[in-house]
């Protein structure tokens, strides 16, 4: 079992900005930040699910492997959406009847009295209030040997790199500058150091930079 995270960042470092509502739940720059990948046949086919196209270069590798081996996920609360709907009791995610993710996720939350919401492709969320070693101890257990992966938001991605918890981090670094927000990087000084670091240029111009425990 790994684990395993994946974010789309700016060249200065921001994943998220502060401008997050119900219509725009991860702000209003997600879209140029996530454009060449969700320009994928993978993307679309996964997500959207449209099997009518969509790029198949580098982007769409990488794009195929985040979906590869994974028994179970780790998100926090605000990419679930408790954020803007934290009384709500009816609230379903961001993700309709259909969510891409098939397995157990286990949602950040101090709402941890919530009940589980599972779907029919396999998809489950369920609430819970724990420090990251013990939410990975719980999700390694549902992946049954298959890889857990922390899927966003920053904040929940940086407090499992904190605490040396993640055995690969992949991230694609958008061509552009958004200046504010929730940046990667804070308070993760020298952390290239614990990993081997490969990167690679796709077509669109992203680079796929991944940090790996040998």
Known sequence: MAVRADLNISLDGY??????????????????????YTATRTFRERV???????????????????????????????????????????????WGEEPPFR??????????????ISFANGTEFRFLDAAPEEALALAASAAAGADVRIGGGVDTVRSFLAAGLVDRLHV???????????NLWADLRGLESDYTVTSEVAESGVVHVTFARD
């Open 103 to 116: 397995c157990p996720v286990f949602v950040l939350t101090h709402d941890a009295g919530r009940a589980p």
């Open 48 to 94: 959207l699910g449209d099997p009518s196209g969509g790029t198949t270069g580098v982007d769409d590798r990488y794009g195929a492997a985040y979906f590869e081996n994974i028994g179970a996920e780790i998100m926090g609360a605000g990419m679930f959406g408790l954020h803007n709907f934290p009384d709500d009791a009816e609230w379903r995610g961001w």
């Open 172 to 182: 694609g670094i958008t061509p552009i500058l958004l200046g504010r927000g929730k």
């Open 15 to 36: 994943a998220t900005t502060t401008d997050q509502t119900p219509e725009n739940p991860f702000g209003e720059d997600w879209g140029r930040l996530v454009a060449a």
